[in-house]
């Protein structure tokens, strides 16, 4: 199977895009959930048990997307911190795709 080089300036785009998404989530997306029209639960009606019942949910969902968005963001952190790490070094990175799967030995 062949070899593949990365090229260092392939990545450094890729990089860029990782920076944007990251700025994006943290100057767009966080800020409505932390402080923005998504921090407080929406008046839920007259209904009985409308109240109780969805702002508990919209507390785990409130809950639940925060903690999302967060592990999203070290993820995209976590690959920019490895594509800079690939393209420190004077030496080309070099990858074997080899077969993946069940039958790959």
């Known amino acids: 199977m062949a070899d593949r ?3 260092p300036e ?3 785009e890729y990089r860029q895009f990782l920076l ?3 700025e994006e989530l943290e100057n767009e997306v966080l800020p409505v959930l932390a402080t923005g029209t998504l921090s407080r639960a929406p008046a839920f009606g ?3 048990g409308a109240a109780e019942n969805a702002t508990v949910q919209y507390l785990e969902f ?3 997307t925060w903690r999302n968005l967060q592990f ?3 993820t995209l952190y976590g ?3 490895a594509l ?3 393209t420190s070094g004077d030496d080309p990175v070099y990858f074997d795709f080899g077969q993946f799967g069940p039958t790959a030995s």
Request: net charge negative; aromatic share 4%.
């Open 5 to 7: 080089v990365f090229d």
């Open 10 to 12: 392939a990545i450094g």
């Open 20 to 22: 944007e998404l990251i």
């Open 46 to 48: 007259t209904a009985p």
């Open 62 to 64: 409130h809950a639940a």
């Open 72 to 74: 999203l963001r070290g």
């Open 79 to 81: 690959l920019d911190a």
């Open 84 to 86: 800079a790490e690939m």
